[in-house]
């Protein structure tokens, strides 16, 4: 079945250091791919997203690319604030299940001034 | 303009009662889906609703759960003769449409934390 599978945390940064959270999945379709982030105390936000192959994904600084020959998705920001902190969500929709969406375990990302 | 909103935001219980959580998706919704997230884990999916009409409800742990939207917009989760291992966030999100991105892209709620004794 579809999975997902992404970094475990917890990943503590300074601000402004380079960070990168990997996320690998198994699909036997053609997914969509997305990183959802959680601040404390709130829901779920979609971050960005991806529908194909080579897509990026990006906002708010945060990028990712859909790599379909390494099935991997992974999350990059050149220069982490400590808004950032926070737990991020890597999942994917299956296009061909109407309803069947994996997440990854989450990975909680600290941003130390 | 207002998102998903869900009620209420804590809910403590003790074993062997009944609770039902209520979900407001975005207006004009049309998909809604509810998660079980449990502590340090991804949401995991529960059920999904297209407009009044349940579609899936293969991701419900066992029969003491059931969900729904009678009227294709606020939805209920019930959870008879709760357990200890039902303590987890429920997560309801809904979607504007019924395929491709306007499905894909789910916006969630708050989450009821339930706390089971």
């Known amino acids: 079945g579809n999975s997902v599978t992404q970094m475990e945390g917890p990943v503590t940064l300074s601000e402004e250091a380079f960070l990168t959270i990997n996320c690998t999945y198994t699909?036997?379709?053609?997914?969509?791919l997305f990183w959802y982030v959680q601040y404390p105390g709130e829901g779920l936000q979609l971050l960005l997203k991806?529908?194909?192959?080579?897509d990026k994904g990006s906002n708010k600084g945060f990028e990712a690319t859909y790599r379909k020959e390494t099935t991997s998705f992974h999350l990059e920001k050149g220069s982490v604030q400590v808004s950032d902190s926070a737990v991020y969500f890597c999942?994917?929709?299956?296009?061909?299940?109407?309803?069947?969406?994996?997440f990854g375990a989450g990975t909680r990302l600290t941003v130390k001034p | 303009g207002a998102g998903v909103s869900q009620s209420p935001r804590y809910k403590v219980a003790k074993r062997g009662q009944d609770v039902a959580l209520r979900c407001d998706p975005i207006?004009?919704?049309?998909?809604l889906f509810w998660y079980q997230q449990a502590l340090g884990q991804g949401p995991e999916f529960l059920t999904y609703?297209?407009?009044?009409?349940?579609?899936?409800k293969s991701g419900l742990p066992s029969d003491r759960f059931f969900a729904e939207r009678p009227e294709g917009s606020v939805s209920t989760l019930k959870i008879q003769r709760t357990q200890q291992e039902d303590s987890a966030v429920y997560l309801c999100?809904?979607?504007?449409?019924?395929?491709?991105?306007?499905?894909?892209?789910?916006?969630f709620g708050p989450g009821t934390r339930l706390t089971v004794l």
């Open positions: 609703f297209q407009n009044e009409a349940q579609l899936d």
């Open positions: 999942a994917l929709s299956d296009r061909d299940n109407n309803n069947d969406m994996r």
């Open positions: 207006s004009g919704h049309v998909s």
């Open positions: 991806a529908t194909k192959a080579d």
């Open positions: 999100a809904s979607s504007l449409g019924t395929s491709g991105s306007m499905k894909d892209t789910q916006y």
């Open positions: 699909a036997t379709g053609y997914p969509s």
